[in-house]
C-alpha cells in the first residue's frame, strides 16, 4: 500500500475539524494536527489522494504540501 502525506491549512478550526470528519470517512490512514490553529496532516492511500485533496479545498482548505511515502 503506498500512501501520500498531505499537510493543510485552514481559516478556522471548525474548516479544519469539518475536514477531519470527512477524510476519516474516506479511510484515510492516518489524521493528526493542530485543528485549533486551523492545520492538520493526512496520510492517505494513494488510490484516494485526489479525493482527499479535493475535498480540503472544498471545505476552503489549502495544501501547503504533500508526498508520497
Same mark, same amino acid.
Given at each position: 500500500?503506498?500512501?501520500?502525506? =498531505? ?55 489549502? =495544501? ?6
Amino acid at each position: 500500500m503506498s500512501t501520500v502525506e =498531505i499537510h493543510a491549512a485552514f481559516k478556522d478550526e471548525q474548516s479544519a475539524m469539518e475536514a477531519l470528519h470527512k477524510l476519516q470517512a474516506l479511510r484515510a490512514v492516518d489524521v493528526c494536527g493542530l485543528y485549533e490553529h486551523g492545520r492538520l496532516t493526512a496520510t492517505i492511500e494513494d488510490a484516494v489522494a485526489d479525493r482527499a485533496m479535493r475535498l480540503i479545498e472544498q471545505v476552503g482548505g489549502s =495544501i501547503t504540501s504533500g508526498h508520497s511515502e
